[in-house]
């Protein structure tokens, strides 16, 4: 199981000030509320362990995450929340889809439509794009002395994943995404830590951008990472490495 897949170009994630990492806590926090709703323990709840473990790769404090979970049965017992995808078009014939959390359906699209018009994209129908993506559990883990190539795959091969790519400096383990919370939990019990734990949209093919398509591309996804209702932003784009985040 081996491969070429640089996982920093599927998401366009810049979690690099304090300012854009507490945004992050902050859709990740609604997300844990949103499944704690369904029950607050993690052990019967799948749904939440699956968040909880995609706050810990992203290095959520855990004070944030019992808080996260209280507010399930305090200010947000009385609002419902719906999970709504859209997706589009942006510069250059990209591909993107947005994943939403929102209690206001028409605020909602309005914002979302808005980013896409005024930065050289258009938002199109269901299904406009998405089947150019596939949905997998996607499980990223460092690659050090300890956990070489062999003991990776291994693990991974015991976990039941679909595959494993092997990057210079980590591991992209892929599962189909009904099997993602028991792969992810058995690596977990084996002692493996995340960079990266959910379940995404994968393209099946990158695009490369010219220069002036790029900075459009990169304005509309930085605007739509900037709703508060958007949880996700998913894109075919082969970003310049200077853009990645590692």
Known sequence: MSGHSKWANIKNKKAKTDAVR??????????IAVAAKQGSDPSTNSKLADVIAKAK???MPNDNIMRSIKKAAGELSGVNYE???????GPGGSAIIVTTLTDNKNR????????????GGQMGNTG??????DNKGVIVVERTVEMTEDKMMELAIEAGADDVVTEEDS??????????SAVRTYL????????????????????KLDEANLVKFNKLVDMLEDLDDVQDVYHNVELPEEDEEA
Request: hydrophobic fraction near 40%; charge should be negative.
């Open 22 to 31: 507490g945004r992050v806590f902050t859709k990740i926090g609604r997300e």
């Open 57 to 59: 790769a992203a290095n």
């Open 83 to 89: 999970s709504l995808t859209y997706e589009g078009y």
């Open 108 to 119: 909602t699209v309005g914002d979302v439509r808005h980013a896409f018009d005024k930065h």
């Open 128 to 133: 406009c794009v998405s089947f150019t993506f």
């Open 171 to 180: 591991f992209v383990i892929y599962t189909a995404p009904n099997d993602f």
């Open 188 to 207: 977990e019990n084996a002692g493996v830590t995340f960079i990266e734990a959910e379940v995404s949209m994968i393209p099946q093919n990158k695009i």
